[in-house]
């Protein structure tokens, strides 16, 4: 299901050129839910691996597509580590939140 998915993008930070999207990596809504909703030993952390076009590419826009959508990569370029928290809600809120804000609040959490 479209709705289902969300695909986080991997990128880097180059001294000239601006950021490129490195590799991608697809969540599934649904087995969030299911498998990060509870109490687990692992607090909801996981590593996920992220894929994307080989390093030596000759189709730079065969390459960024790779990149950009894991359903189409060829190659592993390596790993994140995510933390998920899952609660359930009466009343659910729909939103975006800045990363910079969101971080500085779990900072000051732990």
């Known amino acids: ?3 289902d998915k969300l ?5 880097d930070k180059e001294m000239i050129g601006g950021p490129n999207i490195v590799g991608s ?10 498998f990060y909703s509870f109490d687990r030993p ?3 952390f996981i ?6 076009a080989p390093i030596k590419r000759n189709n730079k ?4 597509k790779m990149n950009a959508d894991p359903d189409s990569a060829m190659c592993w ?8 928290h899952v609660e359930d809600s009466k009343f659910p809120k ?12 779990l900072a000051k959490e732990k």
């Open 94 to 105: 729909i939103g975006v939140v800045p990363l910079e804000s969101k971080l500085e609040q």
């Open 61 to 64: 826009a065969a390459a960024a």
């Open 47 to 52: 590593w996920k691996r992220f894929y994307g």
């Open 25 to 34: 990596i697809i969540l599934r809504l649904k087995e969030i839910v299911k």
């Open 42 to 44: 692992d607090n909801g």
């Open 7 to 11: 695909v986080l993008q991997v990128m």
């Open 1 to 3: 299901m479209a709705y």
């Open 77 to 84: 370029h390596g790993r994140v580590l995510l933390h998920y």
